[in-house]
């Protein structure tokens, strides 16, 4: 198993341009969820979704969008970055549907961004 | 809500030495409390967690925390430190919202080594 696969590493944008980040698991997971870490804040959730065509907002959803067309499958879509949006992006997935324990987590490792 | 609180950002420890990494928690309901580990340049990988059942639980690489819920708090050991284990620590708790469990996490707490 590949696990969680991010893609890409790193990436520069210029304001106002948009992309997509890349987030595939081969696990079978249905939850996943995007989380950004800024230094000095931890990680913070995005989005998240329990499963292909179940998404919802997290804690700083603004400026970002998400879909789940596939259970393998969940891109974060940046419409129009803002210098305020570089950080380390980490996808993530788990089992567990709501309201059981939660199983554990595992990361992608990361996309690092930047925004000129 | 619930929320994570990890005292002191970076901590620094002689090799050989005891690692004590402090995490406290904010819950309103029997939490789920977790431990991750961040090396360099990498995504982050589970220590240990805390369901249910014995408070003291033990994880990978000779860590463990110790659930204490009058003190709210689930700090991280190791009885003697390893260069290995210089990396960012992260505590986290499960929060139910809108019927899944997310992870909300502490700050991070950077662990140096000296040799």
């Known amino acids: 198993n590949a696990g969680v696969t991010q893609t890409p590493k790193f990436q520069v944008l210029k304001t106002g341009q948009s992309m997509t980040l890349q987030c595939a698991q081969d696990m079978n997971h249905e939850y996943m969820s995007w989380y950004r870490q800024d230094p000095g804040m931890g990680l913070r959730l995005i989005h998240y979704s329990v499963g292909a065509g179940i998404t919802d907002q997290g804690e700083v959803p603004n400026g970002y969008n998400v879909s789940r067309s596939t259970t393998e499958d969940f891109p974060l879509r940046l419409l129009s970055a803002a210098p305020s949006q570089t950080s380390v992006y980490f996808c993530?997935?788990?089992?567990?549907?709501?309201?059981?324990?939660?199983?554990?987590?595992?990361f992608g490792p990361g996309t690092r961004l930047t925004v000129t | 809500a619930q929320s994570v609180t990890q005292l002191g950002s970076h901590v620094s420890v002689s090799e050989g030495a005891l690692v004590l990494l402090r995490c406290n928690y904010s819950s309103s309901v029997p939490p789920y409390l977790f431990w991750y580990v961040q090396y360099p340049n990498q995504g982050l990988q589970l220590l240990l967690k805390y369901t249910t059942g014995a408070t003291l639980v033990k994880g990978i690489n000779g860590f463990e925390a110790e659930f204490k819920k009058s003190e709210t708090s689930f700090h991280l050991t190791k009885p003697s430190a390893h260069m290995s284990d210089a990396a960012e620590y992260f505590c986290?708790?499960?929060?139910?919202?809108?019927?899944?469990?997310?992870?909300?996490f502490g700050q991070g707490t950077r662990l140096t080594i000296n040799p």
């Open positions: 993530a997935s788990s089992y567990g549907r709501p309201g059981r324990v939660p199983y554990e987590q595992y």
């Open positions: 986290a708790v499960s929060q139910s919202f809108q019927g899944a469990q997310k992870l909300v």
